[in-house]
C-alpha cells in the first residue's frame, strides 16, 4: 500500500475525531493521505492535529493564492487514488449529490476523477429525512461507495443509524477499494461476479406467543464480513437471524427468525461461490409451540423437551451440485478452541473454520474479535483486532481462494 494515497475531506461533525483516528491507522499502513478541511470541520478539530497526523499539508481554502498557486484545485482532487469523505455530513452529501461546488471540499469532489468513498455521520433524523434519502440514492447510483452508518447511542443523546462507521471499518473499506482496484463492484473487483451467502445473527426459538430460546449473538461479525465481501464486488445475500442492525450498503437480506427458517433461506439463497455460515444458530428448539401463553398452575413448572435444529453448515457443506465452491463455518468456543475447530471442520466437511474464543471478554456482542483460521492446511492464528479488521481480512482471504 505504500504507493497508495487517499485525499481526505473531513466535514464538520462530531464524528470529526474519528477522522484523527482514521489518519493514523492509514499512515501506519503505509498509505499517504492528503486532508481537506471543510469550515465547519475546524469547529471540531485542529489543521494541525489532522496535518500532523497525516504529516501533509490541511487544505481548507478554494480560494487561498499560496495553495493555488501550488497545487490547483483540480489537481488537488485528482492527487490521491481515491477520495474519503469522513464524516460526510448531510450537508456534504447534499452538495456532491446536487453538484455544487461552493467551497474546495465540495468543489475537489465534483471535479475529480477518482473513486469516491463517503462515511456518513448524522443525527438519526437527519439520516432518516427524505432529503438525505434521495442524496444518498443519487450518490449511490453515481457510483460513490457509501461505508457505515452504523446504528447506536449518539453523541446528540439519541438513538439510531446515523452513526459514522468506526475508523477500521473505514479503513478497511479504503483497503478493500484501493486493492480491488474498482469501488462499485466493477469488472476489476476481486470478487466481481461472485455471489456470497453470509448467515448472521441469533435465531429466535418460539415456546409461546411471548416467550423463546435465543443467545447474545449480535450478528456484528457477519455483517461486517457481508459488508467487507460486498465492498469486493461480490453479489451477497445475508440470511439474518433478528439484530438491531441496519443493512450493510449493497447487500440483499433475506430476515429470518428460527435455524429451519434460516436453512430455508440459506439453501434458496443458493447457487454461491461461498457461505460464511456466522450465524448463531440454535441447536435446539422447543418440540412443541404453544399457541397460547403457558400460565403457572398448581402442577408446578412445565417440562420443556427439546429436538435437535438443522445443521446450516453440514447441510451447505454437503448440499451435493449446489456445494459452494468454499464453505466457511464459524465456531465459538470457551475452551480448547483449535481441537473444537479441528474436530468441527472435519464433522461438518467445510473448508475453512474459524474459532473464536467466546470466554474472552468484549467478543460476544462486543466490536473485536480474536479469531484462528483452520483449514486442511493448517491453522493461522490473527491477532485480536475490531470485527470490520477481521472481516476485511476474511473477504480478502475468501477473494484469493476463489481466484
Ligand atoms: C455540535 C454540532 C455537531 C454537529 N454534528 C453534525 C453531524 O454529526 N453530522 C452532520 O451532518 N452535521 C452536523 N452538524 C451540522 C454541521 O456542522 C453543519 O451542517 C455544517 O454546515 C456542515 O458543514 P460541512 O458539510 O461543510 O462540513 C453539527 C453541528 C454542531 C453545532
Known amino acids: 500500500m505504500n504507493d497508495k494515497r487517499v485525499l481526505l475531506i473531513v466535514g464538520g461533525g462530531i464524528a470529526a475525531y474519528k477522522a484523527l483516528e482514521l489518519v493514523r491507522l492509514l499512515r501506519k499502513a503505509g498509505i499517504g493521505v492528503r486532508p481537506v478541511m471543510t469550515a465547519a470541520a475546524a469547529h471540531f478539530v485542529t489543521p494541525l492535529s489532522l496535518s500532523a497526523l497525516a504529516e501533509d499539508k490541511v487544505y481548507d481554502d478554494l480560494f487561498s493564492l499560496t495553495d493555488e498557486a501550488e497545487m490547483g484545485h483540480i489537481e488537488l482532487s485528482r492527487s490521491a487514488d481515491l477520495l474519503v469523505v469522513a464524516p460526510a455530513t448531510a450537508d456534504l452529501m447534499a452538495k456532491a449529490a446536487g453538484g455544487l461546488a461552493g467551497d474546495l471540499a465540495s468543489t475537489v469532489l465534483l471535479a475529480t476523477d477518482k473513486p469516491v468513498l463517503m462515511a456518513p455521520a448524522m443525527n438519526v433524523r437527519m439520516w432518516a429525512h427524505p432529503a438525505t434519502r434521495r442524496n444518498l440514492a443519487t450518490l449511490m447510483a453515481d457510483g460513490v461507495q457509501i461505508v457505515g452508518p452504523g446504528e447506536g447511542p449518539m453523541a446528540c ?108 433461506a440459506a439453501t434458496a439463497a443458493l447457487p454461491a461461490d461461498v457461505a460464511v455460515c456466522v450465524a448463531a444458530v440454535a441447536d435446539w428448539r422447543p418440540d412443541a409451540v404453544f399457541g397460547v401463553k403457558l400460565k403457572k398452575g398448581k402442577e408446578g413448572p412445565p ?89 476485511g481480512r476474511l473477504a480478502r482471504r475468501i477473494a484469493e481462494a476463489l481466484a
Not at 461476479?193 to 430460546?213: F, N, Q, S, Y
Open 157 to 264: 443523546g439519541e438513538f439510531g443509524p446515523g452513526r459514522m462507521a468506526e475508523p477500521a471499518e473505514i479503513f478497511e473499506a479504503i483497503v478493500a477499494a484501493l486493492e480491488g482496484g474498482a469501488l462499485e463492484g466493477g469488472a476489476g473487483s476481486p470478487l466481481a461476479g461472485r455471489r456470497a451467502l453470509v448467515t448472521a445473527g441469533p435465531t429466535e426459538e418460539p415456546l409461546d406467543p411471548v416467550r423463546m430460546l435465543t443467545n447474545r449473538s449480535s450478528g456484528k461479525q457477519g455483517y461486517a464480513i457481508a459488508a467487507a465481501l460486498a465492498r469486493l464486488g461480490a453479489e451477497v445475500t445475508l440470511v439474518s437471524g433478528p439484530t438491531a442492525l441496519a443493512a450493510p450498503a449493497g447487500v440483499r437480506r433475506v430476515e429470518v427468525r428460527t435455524a429451519v427458517e434460516m436453512l430455508n
Open 303 to 391: 417440562t420443556l423437551r427439546l429436538v435437535e435444529n438443522p445443521d446450516i453448515l453440514a447441510s451447505l457443506s454437503r448440499s451435493g451440485p449446489q456445494r459452494p465452491r468454499l464453505v466457511i463455518g464459524f465456531a465459538a468456543e470457551t475452551n480448547d478452541v483449535e481441537a473444537h475447530a479441528r474436530a468441527k471442520l472435519a464433522r461438518k466437511g467445510c473448508d475453512w473454520i474459524v474459532a473464536n474464543d467466546v470466554s474472552e471478554a468484549g467478543v460476544m456482542g462486543g466490536d473485536d474479535n480474536a479469531v484462528m483460521v483452520i483449514d486442511g492446511k493448517g491453522a493461522e492464528r490473527w491477532p485480536r483486532g475490531p470485527k470490520a479488521a477481521v472481516a
